[in-house]
């Protein structure tokens, strides 16, 4: 099962999970996955050891989608 | 669509792109400062006692500052990979649990001794703080020191790590561009102002960077 989460205070949420066959619930997770981003959330997903890219949509293949907040210099 | 570029780079569009030359560049630059503000102390401090030996305290003094001032470089270099922030401690376990998924078992085991977490680069290797990252370029022989930071305050610390760890794991070049620059020297000059727990993972790293 493919999850969507977001890291935030409590550690991290688990928004939303879906399976490749499962329309419905891809669908939730896509409409999910744009409200986190409408509110400055960054998608990334881990690609193994040292790899990840950002993702601007939703990947339906993905295991794990992590949303992220911006970095900046300190 | 999915791209490995750090979206972050766009609010910085002024800065060049932080890669191998800039840093090789940034490196001499700073090797050179360094000179240039501990060697005339040095001489002054020689010629006092050259012309006269009465003079020694004020020598003694000019010594301290050629000691002192890259000392507080160095000291500004280590202190990016400082615990900063709140602990967070009911959610932090779980912030542990998910960083650990993010990193082998090496790593994992270095980043809970130490708190930081050891990435191999095309750079280098970097070891990511809550705040700020090291990276000890390849040979060993320099570290550079960057201040970069997770934007939400209230995260654990282990999700402070993780933010930035995926965010380099994106782009490492643009990580190093978005993060502020703070100190180049070598590794042991950082070594010798890191908490004494933080110590192994700049060890781990050196290492790393020489094979």
Redesign the interface.
């Known amino acids: 099962m493919a999850r969507l989460?977001r890291?935030?205070?409590?550690?991290?949420t688990t928004l939303a999970e879906w399976t490749a066959a499962d329309d419905a619930a891809f669908e939730a997770a896509v409409d999910e996955f744009r409200e986190q981003q409408g509110l400055g959330y960054?998608g990334?997903?881990?690609e193994g050891?040292?790899?990840?890219?950002?993702?601007?949509?939703l990947?339906r293949e993905a295991d794990l989608v992590?949303m992220?907040?911006?970095?900046?210099?300190? | 669509?999915?791209?490995?570029?750090?979206?972050?780079l766009a609010?910085?569009p002024w800065r060049k792109p932080t890669d191998e030359r800039w840093l090789r560049r940034y490196g001499r630059i700073w090797h050179a400062w360094t000179f240039a503000y501990s060697v005339p102390f040095v001489l002054a401090g020689g010629v006092m006692i050259y012309l006269e030996p009465l003079a020694l305290p004020v020598a003694l003094a000019a010594f301290a500052h050629a000691w002192i001032i890259p000392e507080l470089y160095a000291f500004r270099g280590a202190s990016?990979v400082r615990r900063k922030g709140p602990r967070?401690e009911r959610?932090?376990?779980?912030?542990q649990?998910?960083l650990g998924d993010?990193l082998?078992h090496e790593e994992r085991d270095l980043q809970r001794r130490t708190g930081l977490a050891l990435?191999?680069?095309r750079l280098g290797t970097w070891l990511v703080g809550e705040?700020?990252a090291v990276l000890v370029v390849s040979g060993g022989r320099r570290a550079h020191c960057?201040?970069?930071?997770?934007?939400?305050p209230?995260?654990?610390p282990?999700?402070r790590v993780?933010?930035?760890l995926?965010?380099l794991?994106?782009?490492e070049e643009g990580?190093a561009t978005?993060?502020?620059h703070v100190f180049a020297g070598a590794p042991w000059r950082v070594r010798r102002r890191m908490p004494a727990e933080m110590r192994p993972a700049l060890h781990a790293a050196r290492s790393a960077a020489r094979r």
Do not use: Q, W, Y
Request: with cysteine; proline share 10%; hydrophobic share 40%.
């Open positions: 989460i890291l935030d205070g409590s550690g991290h960054i990334t997903v881990p050891p040292g790899k990840a890219t950002h993702v601007r949509e990947p992590i992220r907040r911006p970095i900046a210099g300190g | 669509m999915s791209e490995h570029v750090l979206p972050e609010a910085v990016v967070n959610s932090e376990p779980v912030a649990g998910l993010l082998g990435e191999p680069g705040a700020g960057f201040c970069v930071r997770a934007t939400d209230e995260l654990p282990s999700d993780a933010h930035l995926l965010a794991r994106v782009d990580f978005v993060a502020n």
